[in-house]
């Protein structure tokens, strides 16, 4: 180890070995185990790229990336490289100057007043999709919150400017894309393959199909000289403070794509792990039937979802215990230092979100679901990051809780789920996602 740097306790030998490959499948178990043996943060050198690795799982350390010193770090080759070049150069994907000036220009469009204006298509959206919940119904509630949070993306993107069968084309194709992104990711030595049998070609040419695809939409619209008040008219309509220019076309496509990505992907996700837990813990359904009954009318109101309540609290829980962004890549920009730690510049910082969550150093019982533990008043101080912080803080935070708990309040109101499964497995990814939630759902109100 270069001595002009003090890195964190180091992995090397046989727990070095397991965990490069190990982890290629199992990166949860791995990391956390790698925590457990060496602390909140440990250091890795991978052998194949020869690159220096920082995980953490320490609050402080998570707040310094993030918050202090974000200036000194960009979101690493992962997103910005790899798959930016399926995505474009999207908020996701980029960085620096560009990336700050395409934020400004999107951020009022996720405000709390914008997104409650987008409740009434979501409203309408849910409430089609339980209808097939009439009777008492067997279903894999994952498959069936993939396919709801899709067409609410596909609705508040688009509003009837997409049909069922368009949105079930672009939801194939992104699938698609992900899948083979992640073997890219996992896999650096196996990209070379993926190119030989021409995997990776043809995943760009699906990119551009899905890209075709929204393209089209945008010119439906343009055509139409329609105002609909949905995301795709705030894009169209908003203009750069500097040029007083809208986005060209090129980037208004891949910022359609990625809030797709992003916009689905993670709120499924999530509403995944929090009906799951609803299901094991029969309390908290007990007390989310009492508020939906005691707000009355009220309750599906954009007010009323987005204060303080214990839906808002549940949902906080399930992604405390399940955070679909299980991890944050950060890349140092220069040479840093924090604490006693030193590293140069090209470090990977990764930031441990799993982790963090049940470090029993913050949190007491970790491991269990006590949605009650937000009502305390010191909450916003939590050692809780599901969206990420600082100024790269995820612009859909207020439009996915709104949503969730518009989901949750819907479905609870008329029925309850009864849950196959005592353990729920999960696989990390891009994101952390179950394999699957099956079980029974049955109406409350026959």
């Not at 079930?168 to 992640?182: A, D, M, N, R």
């Not at 935070?397 to 609870?412: D, G, P, Q, S, T």
């Not at 499964?421 to 696989?427: A, P, T, V």
Request: hydrophobic content about 40%; proline content about 4%.
């Amino acid at each position: 180890m270069n001595s002009e740097f003090n890195y964190p306790p180091e992995i090397t030998g046989k727990r070095k070995v397991y965990s490069l490959f190990k982890g290629l499948n199992h990166p949860l178990e791995v990391i956390s185990g790698n925590h457990q043996s060496l602390g909140d943060n440990y250091y890795i050198k991978a052998s194949f790229t020869d690159k220096n690795f920082i995980f953490s799982q320490d609050k402080e350390f998570v707040e310094y990336i993030l918050k202090q010193n974000h200036k000194n770090y960009q979101k690493s080759e992962i997103q910005s490289v790899t798959l930016s070049k399926y995505l474009g150069k999207g908020l996701l994907t980029n960085n620096g100057k560009d990336w700050l000036r395409q934020r400004r220009l999107i951020q009022p469009g996720f405000s709390k007043v914008k997104i409650a204006n987008l409740v009434s298509i979501m409203e309408e959206e849910i409430d089609t999709s339980l209808e097939v919940f009439k009777t008492e119904h067997d279903v894999d509630l994952y498959d069936f919150f993939h396919s709801l949070a899709f067409n609410i993306v596909a609705k508040t993107l688009f509003s009837s400017d997409v049909d069922e069968n368009t949105v079930g084309e672009l939801s194939k194709i992104i699938t698609e894309i992900q899948e083979v992104f992640t073997k890219e990711v996992r896999l650096p030595f196996y990209t070379s393959i993926l190119n030989i049998f021409g995997v990776i070609d043809k995943n760009i040419e699906k990119s551009k199909a899905a890209k075709a695809i929204i393209q089209s939409i945008l010119d439906k619209r343009r055509a139409s000289e329609e105002e609909k008040n949905d995301l795709l008219d705030m894009l169209i309509q908003t203009r750069y403070e500097d040029t007083q220019l809208p986005m060209s076309d090129e980037q208004l496509v891949d910022e359609m794509l990625i809030l797709f990505i992003a916009g689905h992907e993670t709120t499924a996700n999530a509403l995944s792990f929090i009906f799951f837990e609803i299901s094991q813990n029969p309390k908290a359904e007990e007390k989310i039937k009492k508020e939906i009954e005691n707000e009355g009318e009220m309750v599906f109101t954009p007010e009323n979802l987005m204060k303080k309540s214990f839906t808002v609290n549940v949902i906080k829980e399930g992604m405390r215990l399940h955070s679909p962004a299980w991890a944050i890549d950060r890349e140092a920009l220069e040479d840093d230092h924090f604490k006693e730690y030193s590293w140069p510049k090209g470090t990977l910082i990764i930031l441990y979100i799993s982790g963090l969550h049940r470090n029993p150093k913050y949190w007491e019982h970790p491991d269990s679901f006590i949605p009650e533990r937000f009502e305390d008043e010191n909450a916003k101080n939590f050692a809780y990051y599901p969206f990420g912080a600082g100024p790269r803080l995820c612009i859909g935070e207020h439009f996915a809780i709104m949503e969730m708990a518009l989901i949750v309040r819907k479905f609870y109101q008329k029925f309850t789920f009864i849950s196959n499964q005592k353990e729920l497995k999960k696989k990390a990814l891009v994101t952390l996602r179950p394999i699957s939630l099956k079980g029974k759902i049955i109406s409350i109100l026959t």
